[in-house]
């Protein structure tokens, strides 16, 4: 009776998550179909060994003998074979691909074992049923657990070996349903039927699924369609086989859009356009990748120019939600196997910035950017795989460029900037670098870095033998965003044992919002002793009110304001300057190219003049050679 206490429930809850995982959408993936055979094996398991137990006790006096072993045989056999899935399932965790000969050597334990299991019809190897003695193990019924623990220890070392492929996450979970395997095969060398020990493997599916299979993690929030997830683990695979297309396409000016409609109304759009795909297309795979980013997928044939046709033509109609008439434009990017890329992240994120400059182009209306014909988004990519690894490794350089005192033409200051390489050593231009660096969050180290070589430049006797009173430093608006900024950069000032009145902070207009966390920033680094210059003033709304909320010494002139100047005089920059030098600030002037310009900048007031008609940016390493005081 005590056996059913076990059976009974573990069977129903069996059942019940079989139903659920069973009435989820799943991707066609490797992954789910070897989970999906993991979990018919698990079924079959506790069924057989269910009958088994029931059988070998009450009923072996009165039933053939025949058919009982027949149904241990199943039992025995179906339990071997469900540790091999196990171990398929970490081969595909760990992105272990077998070849097709990898695949039959994998395959021979569990064929020996089935041939030996079978044998015990006959000769008793693995079990033997007598009516007198009951159900007896034979000598080789250790090698069905050898069987089992052999599949969990190669999975073993497997996590370990290919330990690059996944996360600690995933490790732990790969590691823990193996652990659990080879816990509940030990417990059959004790009680080699024992229906409480097929509670260890059902504790190793619920592993698998929690970790891995579970299908909410692939759902995105908006439609029940698939999320960015799932899209990489379908191109993990697509990829491999070298066999896909996708249609991607966004929602153009979304982020506007969305302010304009409310986000209530906009996310029903979203939904709505969803409904319409998977009315219209149920075949294929559907995705949205959120901020209105929508990818269309095939393993095979997706006719993807009559699809963006089709759709093009009912986003001439708007999408009716609550009583509002919502219209939107979409703008499409291709993607197919002939696409030299081959890895899943990087043909995301590749795809996400064709998306993103597609939606905010006006070239792409309805015309396809196909991504497996530019190379433009490969250099974006290329400065990406850079900069990471530049940051990384901290091989970010810096340069300097000198500012002079527009009087006497004077080097007295320098402005750091940031330079990394490609990898045939050759610079990137922070233009380049800069925005990919803000989007992807390495700015925040990248800024660290660059203000630490400073920090010790301004320290040696390099900067010394200089004469330069201050070296400006450049900081990035999202820098800016961080709480922690000033507790960081007074961290490190205090480590270089350095001076914070040789550094002066640049920040842009961008960086002073309405956010009191700047604010609060800068007065806590000013109080530490650094001074701040405004930088490319000008440039934007050049909002004079708010510059009183901010310590600055020095204004920066936009390069492109002084160069417009010098083209086509007029009042403005003459009486913005004016107005500057009364509020008390100094002014830089930047982009310096000429005689004439530095000239004339010199005569509106500016007080110190930068640009290539000095110095272009030189290594930091360099720059006391060129500049030093005492040659
Ligand atoms: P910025 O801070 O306004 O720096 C001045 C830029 O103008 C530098 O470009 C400099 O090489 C260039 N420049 C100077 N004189 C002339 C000239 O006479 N003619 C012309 N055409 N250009 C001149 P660079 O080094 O390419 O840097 C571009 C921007 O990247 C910088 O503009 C700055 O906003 C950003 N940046 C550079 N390094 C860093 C950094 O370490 N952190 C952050 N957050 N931003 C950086
Ligand atoms: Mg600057
Ligand atoms: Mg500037």
């Known amino acids: 009776m005590s056996d059913y206490v076990i059976i009974i429930p573990g069977m129903t809850a069996l059942l019940v998550f079989y139903i659920y995982y069973l009435s989820k959408p799943r991707l066609p993936i490797n992954q789910n179909r070897v989970f999906l055979a993991i979990l018919a094996a698990e079924f079959l398991c506790m069924t057989s060994e269910t009958a088994v137990v029931m059988l070998n006790s009450d009923y072996i006096r009165t039933m053939n003998l025949h058919l009982l072993s027949f149904i241990n045989i199943t039992f025995f056999t179906f339990y071997i074979c469900r540790s091999y899935l196990f171990f398929l399932f970490t081969c595909i965790i760990t992105k272990t691909r077998l070849s097709a000969v990898k695949k039959w050597i994998t395959r021979i334990p569990m064929l020996i074992t089935s041939v030996i299991i079978i044998s015990s019809f006959w000769n008793g190897a693995v079990f033997s049923l007598s009516e007198k003695r009951g159900f007896r193990t034979g000598p080789l019924f250790p090698a069905v657990l050898i069987c089992v623990i052999l599949y969990a220890l190669i999975s073993f070392g497997l996590i370990t070996v290919k330990r690059k492929n996944h996360t600690r996450f995933e490790w732990a979970s790969c590691t823990a349903y193996n652990a659990v395997l080879v816990c509940g095969a030990l417990g059959r060398f004790i009680w080699p039927l024992h229906p409480a020990l097929s509670v260890f493997c059902f504790l190793s599916v619920i592993i698998c699924y929690l970790s891995f299979e579970n299908p909410d993690i692939f759902i995105s929030d908006r439609g029940g369609v698939f999320n960015k997830r799932a899209l990489r683990a379908v191109l993990d695979e697509s990829i491999h086989n070298g066999a896909y297309r996708a249609l991607g396409f966004v929602l153009r000016g979304y982020i506007d859009e969305r302010a304009i409609y409310g986000s209530t109304q906009m996310d029903r759009g979203v939904e709505l356009i969803i409904e319409y795909l998977k009315e219209k297309y149920p075949k294929h795979l559907l995705f949205y990748l959120r901020n209105g980013n929508f990818v269309i997928f095939d393993s095979e044939a997706l006719n993807i120019y009559a699809i963006s046709e089709e759709l093009y033509a009912r986003f001439q109609q708007p999408w009716r939600t609550h009583d509002v008439d919502i219209f939107l434009t979409p703008s499409f990017v291709k993607v197919g196997a002939e696409s030299k890329i081959r890895s899943a992240d990087t043909l995301i994120d590749n795809m996400l910035m064709a998306l993103e400059k597609v939606g905010s182009s006006n070239v ?257 390493e360099d720059f006391a050679m060129y500049y030093s005081r005492m040659y």
Do not use: W
């Open 364 to 620: 792409y209306g309805k015309e396809m950017y196909d991504l497996d014909n530019t190379g433009e988004i490969d250099e974006q990519v290329r400065v990406k795989g850079a900069l990471e690894y530049a940051v990384d490794n901290d091989l970010a350089e810096v340069f300097l460029q000198p500012i002079v005192k527009a009087d006497t033409g004077d080097v007295i200051a320098a402005e750091a900037l940031a330079r990394i390489r490609d990898e045939e050593g050759r610079l990137i231009s922070p233009a380049k670098f800069i925005p990919i660096a803000e989007k992807s969050g390495y700015i925040n180290m990248l800024g660290e870095q660059v203000f630490e070589k400073v920090c010790r430049f301004v320290n040696s006797n390099a900067f010394s033998k200089t004469g330069l009173q201050f070296v400006n430093v450049n900081l990035s608006p999202i820098q800016c965003m961080r709480a922690d900024l000033s507790t960081r950069f007074i961290e490190i000032i205090k480590k270089c044992k350095s001076y914070p009145e040789r550094i002066h902070l640049e920040i842009t207009e961008q960086s002073m919002g309405d956010s009191s966390i700047i604010i609060k920033q800068v007065e806590i680094l000013k109080n530490a002793g650094f001074q701040f210059a405004l930088d490319d003033y000008g440039s934007g709304y050049s909002n004079l009110t708010r510059l009183k909320y901010y310590p600055f010494l020095n204004v920066k002139i936009d390069m492109d304001v002084v160069r417009d100047h010098c083209e086509n005089k007029s009042p403005f920059l003459p009486n913005l300057i004016t107005v500057l030098k009364q509020l008390g600030y100094t002014i830089t002037a930047e982009g310096i190219e000429t005689r004439s310009m530095a000239e004339e900048m010199r005569a509106l007031g500016c007080d110190y003049l930068q640009g290539f008609y000095y110095s272009k940016p030189v290594p930091m």
